[in-house]
């Protein structure tokens, strides 16, 4: 999971929530998807010592939203190959449980927001 990746995002119905993030590999973008969730986690709940959620939390999160999209540069074909939500969702999955097998790295640690 090490090409440069690119989020597309729209929360709402409206054109003007659409939103994009550039990233250098897929796994950063994940971590950021991560991130998002858990920052409307915090801010739902701003008295909650840690944060806890599952998977399927996760996913309802990105399926609230009208457009979540990734873009991965494929370097064979010179060319950004679109991605869906649940390419993204299993992405999400491969890459949680990758990081929970490995031993920990504070550098590449997902943090709280």
């Not at 597309?8 to 990233?23: K, V």
């Not at 010592?49 to 873009?71: H, M, N, P, T, W």
Request: net charge neutral; no cysteine.
């Amino acid at each position: 999971m090490g090409n440069h990746t690119i989020l597309l995002l729209q929360e709402l119905p409206s054109q003007s929530s659409r939103t994009y993030y550039d990233f250098k590999t897929e796994s950063d973008a994940m971590d950021h998807i991560a991130g998002l969730y858990e920052t409307r986690l915090a801010k739902e709940n701003p008295y909650a010592g840690e944060i806890q959620y599952r998977a399927e939390d996760l996913f309802k999160f990105i399926d609230s939203y009208k457009e979540f999209v990734g873009l991965v540069y494929d370097p064979k074909t010179y060319m950004y190959q679109p991605r869906d939500k649940d390419w993204i969702k299993d992405n999400l999955i491969a890459h949680f449980s990758g990081q929970q097998s490995q031993p920990q790295n504070t550098n590449s640690r997902r943090r709280r927001h």
